[in-house]
């Protein structure tokens, strides 16, 4: 097994346009408003005018915000931004924008400040960093997987089976040809994990908050931040940020109804600021949907909770997180082509998904017990249901702190719980599966094994193998996930003079486990997708992973003169990971082409495990940030990652899942981490249009 070394150059072009100052308007004003977004929003209406900002520097407002009487529009404006130093003038007829003072005019990053946002490119870092903001993403489609909203940006390619973008098993993201598994994911600057369908180590981020309340996604599409809590980035981190609790109490309720009886609840309280500037918000939400190409008894969704309290002190800020979901979707196979009737019957041009929850359809498409014909050709039709189940418990305490006006420190603790599985009622007609069920439920039955495997074109299906499985022709399999992983992320960020110095550390323990159950589906018991099953037949294997992530970064920013800023750096990481088998597959069972009626094939062992690092003591970052004009910028970063091993065991590319244990005592010895170098140059243009 060999690993390889991908090399990524990204080259990004963003330009803005502003217009030349017109004469102001005069309106009538009566604002009052805590917040600043509501004091814009109200500012934008009474003056008919758009108000172009830099949320970065506007977010450490504080209000309230009182503008009364007969003036200017850009008076108003200034009024409402006299708590810090910004300019204000009118780029054209419709438009104002504020700057800061002290920031060359072009420089900032606009966004649109009230109405529908833009994506935005972040004129300021040494990366490639594209953001979507909330409102644009829940425009484009109302409770939409936040992944599925980076489809719009260049670079970007995103992929599902469900229109909102929240099937898992069909899920895929790439960024400039990185793949999903070789990016970074964080919510609120906790890791996501590596945004596997097999959970191993995180939860995808739909599962991690109401999409709703999402304020946020951001896009760094070369490298990410030194700091990013992520063992998986090679090409690039996604951030999403929750959105904070708003300042005057309130209530939000949002229904959907569509096709395929689809409906989707989301509702919303906000306290308001109560006590001492604290204030918190609770959220519920609801989706049910018919899959689109399965009849009505298959219906995906679920539930979801999140709670946010946020204090704003004068020197600590603490932030305080829970996100609770529950949900099942069935998995709609792959479509394929249902033979050359569809030429002359478009209804049979894709073979079915799932035949749930009509038992009777999927045992009539299957001969019968004692029959030696062959499944139907399609392989779709093999299954009875699919589905994936995932319950996810997600809470995090942040704690900021303003030492004095040079150091400052991030602290974040979090947990994470998880309890899924993938279930797959399906035919045991075929040569595969019975092997692993006669292996385990009748390994003396001779007669129905040829080549060390069990067929049914021998003699019929086992009638023992019949039996024990319920007497349907088909059997439930499962693979079952547990997943306990907390730990802690710590920054501190000290400015003197013309440097920024940042160093931290980032530390987890994670436990996972993964197990292939096999259960028995009856006519008076026949399972549903929507539940797990309980007392299985046999366990076929079982993997066990005690993880320990540590990652240590430092970097500095330095800003050499007034147009001139370059960073450096560097960070530690080291993934320890022992996997374990506690239960290993019978040798039998994984027979492929053995000669004779029972001979074991030895080279399909299952490995037994043990211990293997991931270990770079050091990858480099550097990066600059150029303003060689007044309105042009150029950008170049390099930096160097490791993706960590996947803590997954048999059936998976990884250390643990190889078929021997000499095989995986080899790559302990000589196997190395999958690694990238990572370029990225850009040019950024502010340029006026006369």
Known sequence: MRFVSPISAVCVLSVSAYFTQAHAQTHTFNISAHTFSDALAAFQKQSGLSVLA????????????????????????????????????????????????????????????????????????????????????????PGQNPLQALSILPGVTFTNVDPWGNNEQNSSIYVHGFSTTQLGYTLDGIPLGAGAYGN??????????????????????????????????????????????KKKAGATVKQIFGSYNTFRTFARVDTGNFGNNNSAYFAFSRQDARAWNLNGANRQGGYQVNAKFLHKGEKTKITAYFDWQNKSEPNTQGLSINSNDWLTDPTKQYTRGAFYPDLAAAMANYPSMSSKSKAP??????????????????TYLKISHRFNSHLTSDNNLYFHYDDG??????????????TILGTYLDPSASKYIKNGQFTYSQKGIDPTVWNKTGGT???????????????????FHYRVGHHNIETGIWYERNNNEAARRWYALSATNTLTPYQTPKDPLFTQWQNKFYTDTFVFHVQDTWKVLPNLTVMAGMK????????????????????????????????????????????????????????FTRHEQVFVNIQKNMN???????????????????????????????????????????????
């Open 377 to 394: 050709a399609a392989p779709n039709n093999q299954y009875y249901f699919s589905s994936a189940q995932r319950t996810d418990f997600l």
């Open 54 to 141: 830099n949320t970065e520097d506007t977010r450490h407002l504080s209000g309230p915000y009182v503008v009364s009487g007969k003036m200017s529009d850009v008076e108003a404006l200034k009024q409402l931004v006299k708590k810090g130093s910004f300019t204000v003038h009118q780029s054209s007829p419709r438009t104002l924008v504020i700057e800061k003072a002290q920031l060359p005019k072009g420089h900032a990053k606009h966004v649109y400040a009230g109405g529908e946002e833009e994506i935005v490119a972040t004129g300021r870092q040494t990366r490639s960093v594209m953001t979507v903001g909330g409102e644009q993403m829940q425009a484009t489609m």
């Open 421 to 434: 599985a993938g279930v797959v009622a399906t035919s045991i007609r075929t040569n595969a599966i019975l």
């Open 644 to 690: 960590s091993f996947a803590e997954s065991g048999y059936g998976t590319t990884s250390p643990w899942g190889v078929s021997s244990q000499a095989e995986f005592e080899d790559f302990k010895k000589h196997g190395k981490p999958e690694t990238s170098w990572t370029y990225e140059a850009g040019l950024r243009t502010f340029r006026p249009i006369k």
């Open 473 to 491: 022709g088909f059997a439930t399999r499962t693979t079952e996930y547990t997943d306990y992983r907390g730990g802690l992320t710590s920054t």
């Open 200 to 245: 191993y180590n995180g939860l995808s981020p739909q599962r991690a908050a109401i999409s709703e309340d999402i304020s946020k996604v951001a896009l760094s599409s070369g490298t990410g931040a030194l700091g990013t809590a992520s063992s998986s980035n090679l090409g690039g981190t996604i951030d999403f940020t929750t959105a904070d609790p």
């Open 572 to 627: 530690l990481e080291q993934v320890n990971t022992n996997g374990t088998l506690p239960v290993a597959a019978l040798p039998q069972s994984l027979a492929t082409n053995t000669t004779g009626s029972k001979t074991l094939d030895s080279n399909t062992q299952t490995a037994a495990g043990g211990t293997i690092s991931a270990f770079k003591p050091f990858l480099p970052a550097v990066g600059m940030v150029w303003d």
